[in-house]
C-alpha cells in the first residue's frame, strides 16, 4: 500500500498524481442525503524529508509532518510516520502554513453600483431607501452579515490557492459600516465546512459604496455619521423603546466587541480612522492604501495593526516630453518608493498583514511581494504577515496559521524557499485536501533521453534533451528544436527527420515510472511506436536567484512633493534689522526698525537691538508686517461641503484637513500665515470650521492653530435655497425657509440643552451620584454644536450677500442670545453696517468681487472702506487659493476705492481678521510676547511690485525665496532623474501604461466664477449634488 | 480755463449724486481743440515723456511736444501736473456686454448651439448698458475685444469702445477676428470618476481632440476653395464669414493652453497662411521662440492664475509673460476674471513687473500690443499723434493699486463720465451715515 504512493526516487519519472488526486477527507454533513454509496472519506498523510517552515521563526530541516482527517497531529524531525499514512517524500521540499488574507471579498455578491451623477441643485435623496425596521442611514450596513452572503467561488479560490493562500477573511466591501466578516477556507468543499469563523470581524470605511442617500456627502460627514452612530448605539441599549426596533444599532451592538477593520485606504485616512476609534475606545485595523510610507511616524503613533495591500502604480509612458510635463513629482516618486511600503513598516516596527486586495489580478501578488522584498521587506516579516499575524488579528492562531499540531491542515509544498523567484509551489493543502498549483515540475524531467521511434521499417534512435517542461532539442549532427511539452502526464513530441526536411515525426504519449512511451507518425505519415529513456540526468544547479540590491530611491520628504522639506525646519533665533516695521500697534510703521525672534515669538521691536545667538537677517530697503491671516479659505482640506442636508453642524472641517496641499505652501509666498478653513456654502448651517497655521510639513494635528475659540460656517442666500437647480426638495427654497432653518436649529437646541440639564439633576438622597444625561437624552454632535454656540463657545462665520438675509439672522441670534460673530463675503454689508455694529458683528468682505451672480449685483469695492468708516472691524478674505497669494494687494484696494489709510488697509487682513478669530492677543500685529509670524517683503507690502522674502510661522522661517530657487532646481533634477527611471522601465520591456496627467482636488465655497488651472478638479462639482 | 475746468468738476458731482446708472450719459462728439498739458505720458510703446503737452483736434491726437501753444481760445485744457497720462487700456478678450450676471442665464448670450458657428457675431448682442462697462471705463480700460464662446468655431469677435448709446456706435473695428475653441489634447483623468459614479468617455481623449482638429481644418479647407470661387450658385453663410482669414483682413484666434495644442494651431499658418492668435496660452512659456517664429501672438488671459502643476515654480503664471517678452512674441495681458469682470487688468500688467517686466513693458501689453493683435494698431493703443485720443489720466501708476486712481478719461477725445453704479451706491450710503 505505501510503495504505491511513493514518490519517483532518483531519476523516475513523477508519479506521484495517481489517487492523491479525488482524497476527500472533510467529514460528510449527516442532515444531507446520500445520492448513491454513502462514503466517508479518512485519511492519513505523513510528508517526509521536508524542510517544514512552522511559523516565521521556526525551520526545521528534514522534518516530517503527519496529517490525518484535514488536521496536522504530528511535526517534527523525529515523528514517526503512522503505518496507515501515505507517504509523500518532500526530499528538497519546502512546506511553509499557507497564507492568510485578511481583506478579501472573496465569494461575496458583488455590491449594487450606486447610481450617482453630478447634479447640482438636483433632488436630494433625504432618507434611507432600505425597507424594514433599520436605522435612517443607507450607508450604515451593520445588518449585513458576511457568513450569509458566503457563497464559495471555485474560480476565486484557485487563484488565491495558486498564490500560496488557504483562508482568507471575507466581508462585502460596500458601505461606509460594513456589518460582519466571516473567515473562510479555501477548500472546494459545501460552504457549511469551510467556515473557520462566522462572525469575525467589523468593517467600515469611508465610502458610501451603494448607499444613493445623499448624506452623508462629504468624507467630514462620513465621520460624522460614524462618530454619532457610535453614540447612538450606545444610547439605544436603554433607550429602545424610544426608538422602536433598530436593526442597523442593534447588530452594531451586537458586534461591537470583535475586531473592527477600517479601510483608510490612505495614509491621512489611516489617521483620520484612529482618531475616530480613540473617541470610542477602538483600536481599528487599519486597511493601507500604499501611500503610509510617506508619514511612517504617524502611522507608528497610531498603534493600530495594518493591512498593506502590494499594489504599486505602474510605470507611465513618459517619453514624449509634453506628456511628462503633467505628471508630478509627487506621482512620480509616489512610483519609485511605493514597493517599499512594506518595509518602512517593518523597519517602524509596525504590525501588519499582507492582502492581494486592490491588486488587478492575484497572479500579481507574488512579484510585488518579492519587490516589496528587493526594496528591504525581510523573508521572515512577510512569513509573519502572510500567517502569525492575521492569524492572531483575527483570533485563529489555534486553527490555523503555522504548522502545528491541532491547527487545520493548511499548508503548500514548494520547490524551494517559498519568495525565491524561481520557487514554485506545487501543492496547496486546505483543510487536508490537496490542491495542485504546480506539479509536473515536482521532480524535474530535464535531462538526456534515448528515443527509439519503431515503425514498419524497424527503429530510429534519436538524442533528446530536455531542458523544461516545454523545451526540447533533438541532439544530432546539428541540434534541432523540438516541439515538446510535458505536463507532469501526458507528452507531445515533435520534430523534423533533418534540419532540412520540413516534414515533422509527431509523437504523443504518457509518462510511468521508467520513461515515456507512445504512439504516432513518421515524416511519411506512417504510423510508429515510440519510448523514451532516460540517459543522463541533467544536474541541478541550486536556486541562484538572490534578493536583488535594494535600488537606490528618493528621499521622503513632507508633504510628499517638490516643495517638501526632508528634514523639518527648526525655531531660530532671528534678528530682522533695519526694517520698515509695521507693527499694528500705536508705534505705527517704524522706519529703520529691528525685531527680534526667540522660541518662536516675538521677543522686542526697538532700534538697535542686538542678540549674540541671533541669526541677522538684513531688512535694509525692506519692509516686516505681521503674517497675513485669511479668514475665509478652503485649501488644506479633503471635503469642504456637507450639502446633504440644511443643518450639518455636526461635521468639522478638523476631521479632514490635508497637510498636502501645495496651496500652503504657494500662500506661504505669498505672506499667509494663517488660514481659517471654512466649510463651504451649500446649506444654511454649515459645518465646524479649523483654523490653521500654515506650518508647512507639518500633519493635521500640527497644522492646527492650539487653543482657539472654535468657530462654525453658516450661510444665507442663494446657495443655501439652492438657486442654479431647478429641482431643489431640500428645505429651504427661499430667504423666507432660510430663516426659519436657523430658528427651528436653535429651538431644537435650546429645547436639547434644557433636556440635558434636567437629565443632569441628581434625584435628592442620592448625594455624590453623578448623573449621566447620556443615558437617556440621546447626545446629538449635531445639537452640541448649537448649544455651544448659545453659550458662547463657539462662533458663527456666516456666509450673508444681501441686506434682508443679513439683518433676519441677526434677529435670530438676538432671539437666542448669541451674536452672529462674522459675516464673511457680505457684500451688502455696507446697506446695514449699522445694524451689523448695533449686533457687534464683524465683517470679512472681497474687495472687488461683483456681478457674478444675482445676489451681488449692489457689490461695491468700497463696501470695505465704508463699513470701517461706520465702525465694523472688517477685514478682507481670499475664498480662493489663488487670490489668498495676493492679499496683501486686495487689502490695497480700499485705498484706491475708499481712500483707506495704508496702516488701516494692512490691519484688514492682519490684525483685523486676528481680532474677528479671537487671537489677536497671539498674532495679527507686531509686538513683544506675540507668536512670530512674520514677512519680509521686498517692497512696501501694498503695492503690486511687493514680494513676500521670508515667511515665517512660530519663528520657522516655512518660506524663503532663496531656498524656493534652490527647490525649483531640485525638483527639475528630481524630475529628470525620474522621467530616466520610467523610459529605462519602459525600455527594459516592463508593462508602462500612458502618461496621465496629475490632477489637483480643489475646493471652493461654490461661489466661484473662476478657473483654477487645467489640472484642477472642482470638488464642489463633484460633492455638491450628494 | 478753470470755469470751464469747473464745470465739468461740477457735471460730474452731479452724475455721482444720481441713483442708477439711467443718468450716466455717454459724452457727445467733441469737434475741435483739446489740451493735455504738463502730462507725463506713457506712450505705450515703451517711452515716457515728462512735462508734455498733448493737442488734441476732432478726436484725434494732433501734437505732442513740450513746447506745444495753448490758444487762448475757448478750448478744453486739462492740466494734470504730477499725475500720469496713459493710452486708453484694452480688454483683449471679453464676454462684456454679452453676460450680465454669469449665474442667470437670461442675461447670458456668448454661446450659440452648435460646433462650426463662424458667421455668428458677437456685436449684434453688445449690450451697451451693461453696468460692468462703466466700473471698467472708472479703471481706465476704454476698449475691449468681445468674444463669442461654445463649439468649437465659435464666431467673430469685434472691439468695442465703452462709452455709447448701442452697439452700433460702439463698434471700434468689426469682426476683427474668428473664434476656434481648440478641444483639450490633454489626457485629463478624473481621478474621482470612479469614485463618485461619473462615466468618463472611452479611449483616448488626446485622439478624440484631434479628431475635432480635423473637422475644423477640413471645414476651413472648403471654406478656402469657396473663397477661390469667383462666383457662387448657392451662398453658403459659414464659408462666408471666414474670408477675411485667407486674405488676412481678420486672425485666426486660436484659445488654447498646453504645448500639443498650441503646436496644432501652428497648423494653420502653415497650411492657410492665416494670421494666428493663441488666446489663453497658460503654457505659452514653453515654446515662446517657436511661436515668435511663426509670427504667432499670444493673449494671456489671466496672469492671476495658479500654476499648471504643483511642481510648476509658485509664480509661474506671473512671469509668463516675460517669457513672451524675451523671445520677442507679440502678446497682450488679459483679465478674463468672472468675479471682478475684467476691472483688474492694469494689476495683472502690474503683477508681471514684480516678476520682471519693465513698467513700460507691461503697459504695452495691455495698450499698444494688444491693439495690434486685436487689428486696431493703427488706430489705437498709444499716445502717437494721428491716433485716436483713447486717453487716460491716472494720480499715480496705473499699474498699481496703491496709486491707480483714475481721474479722467478720453475717448475719440471725448471726456467720458467716470460715473459708475459702485460709485453711485457709495455715495447713496455714505448719504445714508452722514460721511
Redesign the interface.
Known sequence: MRKLFLLPKGRRLPVLLAGLLAATIVQAQPTFPVNGIKEEKQATYAFTNATIVANEKTTLNAATLVVKNGKIVAVGTNVAVPKEAMVVDCKGKYIYPSFIDMYSDYGMPAAP??????NFGGPTQLTSNQKGAYGWNQAIRTDVQAIRLFAADEARAKSLRDQGFGTVLTHQKDGIARGTGAVVTLADEKENLTVLKEKATTHYSF?KGSSTQSYPGSLMGTIALLRQTYIDAEWYKNNKEKEGINLSLRMWNENFSLPQVFEANDKWGALRADKIGDEFGVQYIIKAGGNEYQRIGDMAASKASFILPLNYPQAMDVEDP??A??V???DMKHWEMAPSNAAMFEKANIPFALTTADLKDAKQFMANLRKAMEYGLSEQKALEALTTTPATLLGIYKEVGSIDPGKWANFIVTSGPVFNEKTVIHQNWVQGKKYAVNESSWSSVNGKYLVTVTGDKGSVNYNLEVKSGSTANIIAKDTIAAKFSFDGKMVRLSFPESKQSKKPIRLSGAGNTDGWQGTGEDATGAKVLWTAKLSEAATTSPDSSKIKQAPALGNVSYPF???GFETMPQQQTLLIRNATVWTNEKEGRMEGADVLVKNGKIVSVGKNLSDAGATVVDGTGKHLTAGIIDEHSHIAAASINEGAQSVTSEVRIADNLNPDD??I??QL?GGVTSSHILHGSANTIGGQTQLIKLRWGANAEGLKFANWDPQIKFALG?NVKR??GTQNNRFPDSRMGVEEVLMDAFTRARDYENAVKEALVVPKGKKGAVANPWATVRRDLELDALVEIMNKKRFITCHSYVQSEITAAMRVGDKFGFTFNTFTHILEG??V??KMKAHGSNAST?S???????EV??A???NAA?MQ??GLNVAINSDD???A??LN?EA??S????GMS?EDALKMVTLNPAKMLHVDDRVGSIRAGKDADLVLWS??P??????AEKTIVDGIVYFDRER?KEL?RK?SDE?FRLVQKMVGEKKSGMPVG????????MNTCSD??????????DAEA?NANN | MKKRLFKIFCGLLFSAAAIGQENIYPAAEYKGLLFIKNATVHVGNGQVLNNTTIQVNNGKIEKIGTDIAIPADDVKVFDVKGKHVYPGLILSGSQLGLV?????RATIDHTEIGEINPSIRSIVAYNTDS??IN?LKSNGILLANVIPQGGLVSGSSSVVQLDAWNWEDAAYKMENGIHFHMP?L???????AA????TEPAG?PVKRGLEQVDKVKAFFREAQSYANEATHSVTNLKYEAVKGLFNKSQKLFVHC????EMLVAVDFVKEFGMDVVIVGG??SF?MAPLLKANNIAVILS?S????????D???QPYKTAVSLQKAGVLYAINDA?????G??LP?NA??A??YGLTKEEALQAITLNPARILGVGDKTGSIEIGKDANIVVSEGDI???????ITHAFIQGRLVDLTD???Q??ER??HK?G?
Open positions: 453600483q450606486a447610481q450617482r451623477r453630478f465610502s509634453n506628456d510635463r503633467f508630478s513629482l509627487a512633493n517638490g516643495y501645495i496651496n505652501y504657494r509666498s442663494e438657486s442654479s455696507y446697506k453696517a449699522d472681497f472687488d468681487w461683483w456681478n457674478y451672480k444675482m449685483v449692489d461695491i469695492p468700497q465704508l468708516q461706520v487659493a489663488e487670490m497669494r495676493r494687494q490695497a484696494k485705498v484706491k476705492y475708499g495704508e517692497d512696501h501694498l503695492s503690486i511690485y511687493a514680494k524656493d525649483r525638483i524630475r500612458p502618461a496621465r496627467a496629475s490632477m489637483e482636488l466661484h466664477d473662476h478657473s483654477h488651472g487645467l489640472l484642477v478638479v463633484i | 450680465e450676471v454669469n449665474s442667470v453696468k460692468v466700473t483639450s490633454i489626457n485629463r483623468p478624473n481621478p474621482f469614485f463618485f459614479g461619473i483616448d493652453d498646453i504645448v500639443k497658460s503654457e514653453q489671466q492671476h492664475s495658479l500654476p499648471t502643476m504643483q511642481d515654480d509658485v509664480d476674471d468672472g468675479q471682478t469682470r476691472r483688474n494689476f502690474g503683477t513687473v514684480a499699474l498699481d493699486m496703491r496709486s491707480s486712481i453704479k459702485h460709485k451706491l457709495y450710503y455714505k451715515y460721511k
